[in-house]
């Protein structure tokens, strides 16, 4: 069984996770990071609980605890996914609990182009889940129904459920979960039970308060930073000055060893771990480390970056998408014609993840097997990774789920995971290790910063006969997953996001895309390509709407005509906006539209955004933000509105403050200081219009993102005619 995971500060008596569960009710049961154990099992408050499926557990007392496989990082699945089984199940929603599970094929998926494992990311929870755990719900209800018929001595077809009960219909007899768990226990599941009809549902669809926030606020929510087990050490990281750089010796290892409180100095392979008794111990003696350090290979630096991806930008040697018609047809009739041709050159840069909560993770190395806690995005990735350099079975790596203080893709990488491993396995205890925001912003997994051009030909209607569109810049495919980037020809999905598979109606499109290699460290953030790509694109869509003088809800209306779904998307995000009435004096506006593709093409989710905004003495004050959304069904409207709000808000830090640079083979960003995030006075009012539909449900925790930066782009062109085609903007915000 796992170790039991306490809430950080334990020793400390006054500390405030203490004094907020002393002085505050907890709410139901415990936020606590266990897996589903035997068939009876015994819950933190040692009620004994009874699995019904890989799911579902249910005390006599008819209290319910459903199993949630996927990482909660703030987009709500702790409460939506929960929500899509209870309702199925008609489980009473005021005595259900979440617990993190995991290590079972039930929680695997296989998506966004990854093999089948546990893992969170690429906003497929809900798309990926949601008939799972409908299935898992109604196998529930019906040994219920069953088991509860058989007690009240009626037929099934004479009972109904209703929260956590069977009910006799004709006489109005009841009798609870709790009362027929032994009964039900025992009944065989059906693999393919009836699910409810849309009519009955009782709780998809409603506003319901997260179930995660109680805890959250008053400090009984066990994040990856407070875990504390018996016996636990801390350790503190060192890396390399240099970006890939490496450890060769320890200089003073002996001196450091002997600082009050250090147990050990070990040497990674890629970075020097120092355990002691607590933090700031091993924070002070790493400090005081005298490390010989290897260089690996060195990014160069950030003005070269760039000089690159513009010749590469002329490059004939590009890999082609898409190809529709003859666009180098269209161009050179128009140019030997002297025909309208638009083009423009967009860039985007490197970027980090920066999570509130750095990277940490707990790990026991025991002598078969390896236990880790932590937030963790990927569990199956750290069996995978841990099973391989130990070389024990990827099933006796024990993975405990807590909360993740931010993630945004990064807590998929198990660097940080490994390195506790390794710190446990030299000191023989368990070993909880904490990156320093610097070198967690230093050490990153970035998303790759790249460069467009877009050209078009307008037709005598102002519309685009021919479009090119290029992205050049490091793959993330080839860096990361050359497989799939081989497949496809050389050419780079995550790159041209939004483009390849172009919306817009144009005659003749030619896609494609320049690999530009570059020694940086690269992975998954939230929307990944989108946020370069669908800013190009609506930036030049913008573009071309001026110089047609359309407007631009108009102009993208025409290149959309032949799907409904995007064009009730921008005519509700118009409405709400009122985009066609005058507006106030000094304000100022701009749209962008997205048509948000999951990776693989596990779903579509259609998306709009208007941006309002002034300029107070020479700064950009931003007052409202409306964003349209269809992403199929809702199951809970709340969540939704909340990951398009925080969405807007990344979206908003990235376009105006977020920049990685690179000088003398290093990141020259360390902190918030010189990475910083968007001000709370700085955030605009934010209004979401979630459009109704029946399509299943779509992903939605990034789909915000895209169409932000070329919005606000558009606006500030309108107050202040500059074309700004360059991110971060070249604008500062009131």
């Given at each position: 069984?796992?170790?039991?995971?306490?809430?950080?500060?334990?020793?400390?008596?006054?500390?405030?996770?203490?004094?907020?569960?002393?002085?505050?009710?907890?709410?139901?049961?415990?936020?606590?990071?266990?897996?589903?154990?035997?068939?009876?099992?015994?819950?933190?408050?040692?009620?004994?609980?009874?699995?019904?499926?890989?799911?579902?557990?249910?005390?006599?007392?008819?209290?319910?605890?459903?199993?949630?496989?996927?990482?909660?990082?703030g987009?709500?699945?702790?409460?939506g996914?929960?929500?899509?089984?209870?309702d199925?199940?008609?489980?009473?929603?005021?005595?259900?609990?979440?617990?993190?599970?995991?290590?079972?094929?039930?929680?695997?998926?296989?998506?966004?182009?990854?093999?089948?494992?546990?893992?969170?990311?690429?906003?497929?929870?809900?798309?990926?889940?949601?008939?799972?755990?409908?299935?898992?719900?109604?196998?529930?209800?019906?040994?219920?129904?069953?088991?509860?018929?058989?007690?009240?001595?009626?037929?099934?077809?004479?009972?109904?459920?209703?929260?956590?009960?069977?009910?006799h219909?004709?006489?109005?007899?009841?009798?609870?979960?709790?009362?027929l768990?032994?009964?039900?226990?025992?009944l065989?599941?059906?693999?393919?039970?009836?699910?409810?009809?849309?009519?009955?549902?009782?709780?998809?669809?409603?506003?319901?308060?997260?179930?995660?926030?109680?805890?959250?606020?008053?400090?009984?929510?066990?994040?990856?930073?407070?875990?504390?087990?018996?016996?636990?050490?801390?350790?503190?990281?060192?890396?390399?000055?240099?970006?890939?750089?490496?450890p060769v010796?320890?200089?003073?290892?002996?001196?450091?060893?002997?600082?009050?409180?250090?147990?050990?100095?070990?040497?990674?392979?890629?970075a020097?771990?120092?355990?002691?008794?607590?933090?700031?111990?091993?924070?002070?003696?790493?400090?005081?480390?005298?490390?010989?350090?290897?260089?690996?290979?060195?990014?160069?630096?950030?003005?070269?970056?760039?000089?690159?991806?513009?010749?590469?930008?002329?490059?004939?040697?590009?890999?082609?998408?898409?190809?529709?018609?003859?666009?180098?047809?269209?161009?050179?009739?128009?140019?030997?014609?002297?025909?309208?041709?638009?083009e423009?050159d967009?860039?985007?840069?490197?970027?980090?993840?920066?999570?509130?909560?750095?990277?940490?993770?707990?790990?026991?190395?025991?002598?078969?097997?390896?236990?880790?806690?932590g937030?963790?995005?990927?569990?199956?990735?750290?069996?995978?990774?841990?099973?391989?350099?130990?070389?024990?079975?990827?099933?006796?790596?024990?993975?405990?789920?807590?909360f993740?203080?931010?993630?945004?893709?990064?807590?998929y990488?198990?660097?940080?995971?490994?390195?506790?491993?390794?710190?446990s396995?030299?000191?023989?205890?368990p070993?909880?290790?904490?990156?320093?925001?610097?070198?967690?912003?230093?050490?990153?997994f970035?998303?790759?910063?790249?460069?467009?051009?877009?050209?078009?030909?307008?037709?005598?209607?102002?519309?685009?006969?021919?479009?090119?569109?290029?992205?050049?810049?490091?793959?993330?495919?080839?860096?990361?997953?050359?497989?799939?980037?081989?497949?496809?020809?050389?050419?780079?999905?995550?790159m041209?996001?939004?483009?390849?598979?172009?919306?817009?109606?144009?005659p003749?499109?030619l896609?494609?895309?320049?690999?530009?290699?570059?020694?940086?460290?690269?992975?998954?953030?939230?929307?990944?390509?989108?946020?370069?790509?669908?800013?190009?694109?609506?930036?030049?869509?913008?573009?071309?709407?001026?110089a047609?003088?359309?407007?631009?809800?108009?102009?993208?209306?025409?290149?959309?005509?032949?799907?409904?779904?995007?064009?009730?998307?921008?005519?509700?995000?118009?409405?709400?906006?009122?985009?066609?009435r005058?507006?106030?004096a000094g304000?100022?506006?701009?749209?962008?539209?997205?048509?948000?593709?999951?990776?693989?093409?596990?779903f579509?989710?259609?998306?709009?955004?208007i941006?309002?905004?002034r300029?107070?003495?020479?700064?950009?004050?931003?007052?409202?933000?409306?964003?349209?959304?269809?992403?199929?069904?809702?199951?809970?409207?709340?969540?939704?509105?909340?990951?398009?709000?925080?969405?807007?808000?990344?979206?908003?830090?990235?376009?105006?403050?977020?920049?990685?640079?690179?000088?003398?083979?290093?990141?020259?960003?360390?902190?918030?200081?010189?990475?910083?995030?968007?001000y709370?006075?700085?955030?605009?009012?934010?209004?979401?219009?979630?459009?109704?539909?029946?399509?299943?449900?779509?992903?939605?925790?990034?789909?915000?993102?895209?169409?932000?930066?070329?919005?606000?782009?558009?606006?500030?062109?309108?107050?202040?005619?500059?074309?700004l085609?360059?991110?971060?903007?070249?604008?500062?915000?009131?």
């Open positions: 069984m796992p170790e039991r995971v306490h809430g950080a500060g334990a020793p400390q008596r006054d500390s405030r996770r203490d004094f907020l569960k002393t002085g505050l009710a907890i709410a139901g049961c415990l936020v606590l990071p266990l897996a589903f154990g035997e068939q009876v099992s015994a819950a933190e408050d040692g009620t004994r609980f009874r699995e019904i499926n890989d799911w579902v557990r249910i005390d006599p007392d008819g209290h319910t605890i459903i199993g949630l496989s996927q990482a909660e990082v987009q709500g699945v702790y409460t996914l929960p929500q899509v089984l209870a199925e199940m008609d489980a009473d929603w005021r005595r259900v609990s979440v617990q993190f599970v995991t290590g079972r094929d039930a929680y695997r998926i296989a998506a966004a182009n990854e093999h089948p494992q546990q893992f969170v990311g690429a906003s497929m929870s809900v798309t990926m889940f949601t008939q799972r755990l409908r299935i898992a719900g109604a196998q529930a209800r019906e040994v219920f129904l069953a088991a509860g018929a058989r007690r009240l001595g009626v037929r099934p077809t004479q009972c109904a459920t209703k929260t956590g009960r069977v009910i219909l004709q006489t109005g007899r009841s009798v609870g979960y709790g009362e768990l032994a009964d039900a226990a025992k065989p599941l059906n693999p393919q039970p009836r699910l409810k009809a849309e009519s009955a549902r009782t709780l998809i669809g409603q506003p319901l308060h997260k179930l995660d926030a109680p805890a959250k606020v008053n400090g009984s929510a066990v994040f990856g930073i407070d875990v504390q087990v018996p016996g636990m050490l801390t350790g503190a990281v060192k890396m390399s000055p240099t970006l890939n750089g490496k010796a320890v200089r003073n290892r002996d001196t450091v060893r002997a600082l009050a409180g250090v147990v050990e100095v070990v040497q990674a392979k890629d020097v771990i120092v355990v002691a008794n607590t933090y700031w111990q091993a924070k002070k003696a790493c400090d005081a480390l005298d490390v010989q350090w290897e260089d690996g290979p060195l990014p160069a630096d950030g003005a070269t970056i760039l000089a690159q991806r513009k010749a590469a930008l002329m490059s004939s040697n590009a890999v082609v998408a898409t190809r529709i018609g003859d666009a180098s047809v269209r161009f050179d009739a128009a140019q030997s014609a002297h025909g309208r041709v638009i423009a967009y860039h985007t840069p490197y970027i980090v993840h920066a999570t509130m909560e750095p990277v940490n993770a707990t790990v026991h190395v025991r002598e078969h097997e390896i236990e880790v806690w937030p963790v995005q990927g569990q199956d990735k750290v069996r995978w990774a841990l099973s391989a350099i130990f070389k024990v079975p990827s099933e006796k790596v024990i993975v405990n789920t807590t993740l203080g931010g993630s945004f893709g990064r807590k990488v198990p660097d940080f995971v490994i390195h506790a491993a390794v710190a396995k030299a000191v023989g205890r070993v909880k290790v904490i990156r320093s925001r610097e070198d967690d912003i230093r050490h990153g970035y998303r790759p910063g790249v460069s467009a051009r877009m050209r078009a030909v307008l037709g005598p209607d102002g519309y685009p006969s021919a479009m090119h569109l290029r992205v050049v810049g490091q793959s993330l495919y080839w860096s990361i997953k050359r497989d799939y980037f081989e497949k496809a020809g050389g050419w780079d999905e995550t041209l996001d939004g483009l390849y598979d172009l919306g817009y109606s144009v003749d499109l896609v494609d895309s320049v690999s530009v290699d570059q020694q940086i460290p690269v992975s998954f953030m939230r929307s990944v390509g989108s946020t370069s790509s669908v800013f190009f694109l609506e930036s030049f869509i913008n573009e071309l709407a001026h047609a003088r359309i407007d631009p809800l108009d102009y993208r209306r025409t290149l959309l005509r032949d799907d409904p779904l995007a064009l009730r998307v921008l005519d509700r995000t118009a409405a709400r906006a009122n985009w066609t005058k507006r106030a304000v100022y506006r701009g749209l962008a539209y997205c048509l948000y593709t999951g990776r693989g093409g596990a579509t989710t259609y998306v709009a955004t941006v309002e905004l300029m107070v003495e020479g700064h950009a004050k931003l007052e409202r933000v409306v964003c349209g959304v269809d992403c199929g069904q809702a199951i809970n409207p709340t969540l939704i509105r909340e990951m398009v709000e925080g969405g807007i808000g990344f979206a908003l830090t990235n376009t105006f403050k977020s920049e990685i640079t690179f000088k003398d083979g290093a990141v020259v960003q360390e902190n918030f200081a010189d990475y910083p995030l968007l709370l006075s700085q955030m605009p009012r934010i209004e979401v219009e979630i459009v109704e539909s029946d399509r299943a449900p779509q992903g939605c925790g990034e789909v915000a993102l895209p169409p932000v930066a070329p919005a606000v782009a558009a606006a500030l062109h309108e107050a202040t005619g500059a074309r085609r360059t991110m971060p903007l070249d604008q500062t915000l009131a």
